[in-house]
């Protein structure tokens, strides 16, 4: 289960922490993601970190510079630190996980993910 927390208003230029905690102890062996979903377009990635001490991080294009994803085991929780936020970054932000994987394909894929938070809406004002 992924409870995902940190979403609300924010102006162009500005900065948020997403936060996604997990419970389950295979949380530190997993790779964990972000996606997001903007009215009436599809869900789409967002940025991916794997797990077991790699840590090997994936950036969608779009957000490569301005997101960093990370993690803290001891917590269970994933972050994504967003700065620079404009106003296409708004959307329901998703957190997801799934069992460890190395394949950018798969991590970049949503139908590749087996868990989902509910979800944090994100809107950027101009």
């Known amino acids: 289960q992924l409870q995902a927390s940190g979403g609300g208003l924010v102006q162009a230029g500005g900065s948020l922490r997403l936060s996604c905690t997990a419970s389950?102890?295979?949380?530190?062996?997993?790779?964990m993601a972000w996606f997001r979903q903007a009215p009436g377009k599809e869900r789409e990635f967002v940025a991916a970190i794997r797990g077991n001490g790699g840590g090997m991080k994936h950036y969608a294009d779009a957000v490569k510079g301005r997101f960093t994803i990370s993690r803290d085991n001891a917590k269970n929780t994933v972050y994504l630190q967003m700065s620079g936020l404009k106003p296409e970054d708004t959307a329901v932000y998703y957190c997801?996980?799934?069992?460890?994987?190395?394949?950018?394909?798969?991590?970049?894929?949503?139908?590749?993910?087996?868990?989902w938070g509910q979800g944090t809406l994100v809107t950027v004002s101009s």
């Open positions: 997801a996980g799934r069992v460890n994987v190395a394949i950018i394909t798969l991590m970049t894929q949503a139908h590749a993910y087996s868990s």
């Open positions: 389950g102890r295979s949380f530190s062996s997993g790779t």
